[in-house]
């Protein structure tokens, strides 16, 4: 669970920011929790490998977000140089903490039951841990760097990216590619990491791999520019708003372009995911807070915003829950042991769905009963702060 719990005045908060970063968390646990693996909506799906679903703009999405509160949360405690030290420190721990909680939802059950197995085959790269990673370097560079200087470290670390993966030969292969086994990054994750700590869907490489942080960072400092935009007080709404569409639309089609010669790729984090996937993000929030910040609709907002305020607890409490539910053994009548999960998707859904609508019903149910939980939350001005 995360470290502290503080009441806030939720209104003191920009809310077009939490209404972008709730549709973001909801999406996110409505596509990790399908009532059947084997029948999902072709969008509700991760791209097979080059490509990109609106599945595969969720962690993006919210990388950009986690840049753009860096810019919100110390924007103005970075003025004195004399705090940059504490700052740093305070965002370290907060991404230790991140990290341990990743690491802790890959232990979780199996630690209980086979401690030892369970250390020895633990995932050590996860969302977490990349988020923690992307947390903290934004937020070094945020403090220490002006914009200019975050602008070019950003193209840098895009321009880095692709040249070692299409440039540097591949040790034991003997050239650069960008296959899933035999690319750069999973070649690095091997070596360092070892085949038993990554992705145990595919042993050989991990879509949250070493290598792909580096321009998941550029995905952070992304987020991190347009948050410093979105707060400058020089300038009016409409030069905020015609700005940011405009940067979000140049962005887009310059990741567009640059998949012809290094293809959109989310496990990869390929430089062109970053900009196609920045500047889509970068509409999506320039749209939420012209509709909302400055137009003053609300209406139909406080589902997202309770989601919002409460992302990173959400996410924890959804894997702990959905990793019991499949741990629990139960015995059908005919015999048959199953999960609870299982149990129960199979009594309320698949008598009365299709097979792909029914793990729908079930993904929404999941998502509904958390809402729950996160309006009770937000009613009593509870958020959980890591």
Not at 154 to 161: C, H, P, Q, R, S
Not at 229 to 235: A, N, S
Request: glycine share 8%; charged share 15%.
């Amino acid at each position: 669970m995360p470290a502290s719990s503080q009441l806030k005045t939720v209104n003191s908060r920009l809310r077009s920011l939490d209404v972008f970063r709730g549709i973001t968390v909801a999406a996110m646990i409505l596509v990790n929790n399908p009532g059947d693996w084997g029948h999902i909506y072709a969008p509700l799906e991760h791209a097979e490998w080059n490509g990109c679903t609106p599945t595969d703009l969720i962690f993006p999405f919210f990388l950009f977000i986690v840049g753009v509160s860096i810019s919100y949360a110390l924007g103005n405690k970075k003025e004195n140089p004399t705090d940059h030290s504490k700052l740093i420190w305070t965002a370290a721990k907060r991404a230790m903490i991140l990290f341990a909680l990743g690491v802790f939802g890959s232990l979780f059950p199996k630690v209980f039951t086979e401690p030892v197995e369970a250390f020895q085959t633990v995932r050590i790269p996860g969302i977490l841990q990349r988020i923690a990673v992307v947390f903290f370097i934004s937020a070094v560079l945020f403090i220490k760097t002006n914009t200019k200087t975050q602008f070019r470290i950003m193209i840098v670390l895009l321009a880095g990216y692709w040249a070692m993966m299409t440039f540097i030969p591949v040790p034991g292969v003997g050239f650069a590619n960008l296959e899933k086994e035999t690319n750069l990054g999973a070649w690095l994750d091997r070596v360092l990491l070892t085949s038993s700590h990554l992705w145990k869907n595919s042993i050989t490489w991990d879509p949250e791999g070493i290598l792909g942080s580096i321009p998941s960072i550029a995905t952070g400092l992304f987020g991190v520019l347009i948050g410093t935009w979105l707060k400058r007080k020089d300038k009016n709404d409409a030069e905020k708003i015609s700005w940011m569409f405009s940067i979000g639309v140049l962005a887009t089609i310059l990741g567009l372009l640059w998949d012809l010669n290094f293809p959109i790729n989310k496990a990869l984090w390929t430089s062109s995911y970053v900009l196609y996937t920045g500047g889509l993000a970068t509409i999506g929030l320039a749209l939420c807070y012209w509709l909302i910040d400055v137009q003053g609709y609300k209406w139909g907002t406080k589902p997202f915003v309770v989601y919002g305020v409460n992302a990173i607890t959400v996410f924890v409490l959804s894997v702990v829950i959905a990793k019991s539910l499949n741990a629990i053994q139960v015995k059908m009548t005919d015999g048959k042991i199953v999960s609870a999960k299982t149990w129960m998707y199979e009594a309320v859904y698949t008598p009365y769905f299709s097979p792909v609508n029914a793990s729908l019903a079930g993904a929404l149910t999941f998502v509904l009963i958390w809402l729950g939980i996160l309006w009770w939350m937000y009613n009593k001005k509870i958020i959980i702060k890591i």
